[in-house]
């Protein structure tokens, strides 16, 4: 049963382009098993098909984000953590990994300095003699080195455990290959699914996110993100080239999806899209 219901599914994973947009072959086709005289056996099998399809969906789908993010944690606080912690403390290196890690240590001394000096102007430590003031700086400038020597110490454990997240995602899919497939099954069905309206909202969204004209402040700090997350220098150059370049070529490819494929697919999502947009 379950063997011939994964054909089934398979089947139906097979989005072949036709010469005719699929709603108007969704339509004939419904027509047709309407006509049939086991239509009511047909509809039956059919909702059979679609429950499991949903349910081993979304049990793949949870294993698929749940199990890195397990691993990657376990990893990193049992196997990586106690290594790196202990090899850091034993060799004894650099506090920074980068330049951009000194001058953000640095800026944020300065900052403190500037502060603590505003507060001695409007009388807060009226009485606060010199020695005491370098003492607070030389206080602030170690808890400010404890703080990046963790963070590079950090960023060393995170390079670890996301290479082991990602090599336990790829052995997922190697492993479930055919949930693999009722998945990508079950994402075309719910996709292509959706009304024209909700279609062109999805796609406004998506476009005015990842490539409109305030998405680059968007990839600024999702870069600075996983740069500091892998310890990586935030080079300013690096960000702006990469800002004017990679929203350039994704909307480029989001485009031709929509000419090559949405187009033939659902015309009249094309449509509804292009009237939205206006």
Avoid: C
Avoid at 21 to 46: C, G, M, N, W, Y
Avoid at 64 to 89: A, C, E
Avoid at 177 to 189: C, P, T, V
């Amino acid at each position: 049963m379950k063997y011939w219901n994964l054909k089934r599914i398979n089947q139906s994973t097979v989005n072949r382009l036709s010469p005719l947009p699929r709603s108007i072959t969704r339509t004939f086709e419904k027509f047709k098993q309407e006509l049939s005289p086991h239509a009511d056996v047909e509809a039956l099998e059919e909702f059979r098909i679609l429950r499991y399809q949903t349910i081993a969906s979304v049990k793949y789908l949870l294993i698929l984000m749940i199990t890195p993010i397990i691993i990657n944690q376990l990893s990193k606080q049992f196997i990586f953590g106690p290594v790196v912690d202990y090899l850091w403390n034993k060799t004894q290196p650099g506090i920074f990994l980068n330049e951009s890690q000194e001058e953000r240590a640095l800026i944020e001394l300065q900052r403190f300095e500037e502060k603590l000096n505003f507060e001695i102007l409007i009388g807060k430590y009226p009485s606060l003699p010199p020695n005491s003031v370098q003492g607070k700086l030389q206080q602030k400038a170690l808890l400010i080195t404890k703080e990046y020597t963790r963070e590079s110490a950090n960023a060393i454990k995170n390079i670890l455990s996301d290479i082991f997240s990602v090599l336990a995602i790829g052995l997922i899919i190697i492993r479930d290959r055919r949930e693999l497939s009722i998945l990508q099954s079950f994402m075309n069905e719910l996709i292509y699914g959706l009304s024209d309206t909700a279609k062109g909202f999805l796609i406004i969204l998506f476009t005015d996110i990842f490539v409109g004209f305030h998405s680059p402040h968007g990839w600024e700090v999702i870069l600075e993100i996983i740069l500091r997350h892998f310890g990586l220098p935030e080079s300013r150059d690096f960000i702006f080239l990469f800002i004017s370049t990679f929203p350039v070529v994704l909307d480029t490819i989001f485009k031709y999806w929509i000419f090559r494929y949405l187009n033939r697919l659902s015309p009249s999502a094309v449509a509804t899209y292009h009237n939205m947009n206006e």
